[in-house]
């Protein structure tokens, strides 16, 4: 099974902050990652697909990058808003399709 | 509005089963491969099964394999994730996901509110 590793684990920031959280694959996966957001007692929602593609309705300060295995995603003026927990997710080749550990952007 | 509405889950004891359904309104059900992922509770997501459009191809987790079947009813928009044998550690809110596939890749959108399935004696 193919792991993925984020980091860092959580971080603190402030409004206005430019955030960014990496993802690792321990293989390459090309650009088969997504990036998930969730509020607690929400689901997640998608932001980014196939690495680097706003999903609709998502805000412009979100952006993704990377290749191969390793990945960034980028939120470039932290809003109030933005505090949750981030997951990257990998859908390369077949399942299981498994998630990061998550990532937790709380107010500094 | 595209909409995915879980319920079935509840409290049951160790070696019990449970039948999830998820709802699904808004899109073509039948055109979309279909996912259950679970989240115990304080943890991160694991992708627990998917099914085909047609339903002629399942893939299963392997920490549940063997005791979770996943199926669906295109006529009735209904995606159902039957589970038995349950342990301790399938305590967890279990959400459907709509599989959306482009030749770049695929992603879970949209996600619905989850049931909790809890398992203890």
């Known amino acids: 099974d193919i792991q993925m590793t984020q980091s860092p684990s959580s971080l603190s920031a402030s409004v206005g902050d430019r955030v960014t959280i990496t993802c690792r694959a321990s293989q390459s996966i090309s650009s088969y990652l997504n990036w998930y957001q969730q509020k607690p007692g929400k689901a997640p929602k998608v932001l980014i697909y196939?690495?680097?593609s706003l999903q609709s309705g998502v805000p412009s300060r979100f952006s993704g990058s990377g290749s191969g295995t390793d990945f960034t995603l980028t939120i470039s003026s932290l809003q109030p808003e933005d505090f949750a927990t981030y997951y990257c997710?990998?859908?390369?080749?077949?399942?299981?399709?498994?998630f990061g550990q998550g990532t937790k952007v709380e107010i500094k | 509005q595209v909409q995915l509405v879980e319920s079935g889950g509840g409290l049951v004891k160790p070696g019990g089963s449970l039948r999830l359904s998820c709802a699904a309104s808004?899109?073509?059900?039948?055109?979309?491969?279909m996912n259950w992922i679970r989240q115990a509770p304080g943890k991160g997501l694991e992708w627990v099964s998917y099914i085909s459009s047609s339903g002629r191809t399942i893939s299963y987790a392997d920490s549940v394999k063997g005791r979770f079947t996943i199926s669906r009813d295109n006529a009735k928009n209904s995606l159902y994730l039957q589970i038995n044998s349950l342990r301790a550690e399938d305590t967890a809110v279990y959400y459907c996901?709509?599989?959306?596939?482009?030749?770049?890749?695929?992603?879970?959108?949209?996600w619905g509110q989850g049931t909790l399935v809890t398992v203890s004696s």
């Open positions: 996901a709509r599989d959306n596939r482009i030749h770049v890749g695929h992603w879970f959108d949209p």
């Open positions: 808004g899109f073509t059900f039948s055109d979309y491969y």
């Open positions: 997710q990998q859908t390369y080749s077949t399942p299981p399709w498994t």
């Open positions: 196939a690495a680097s």
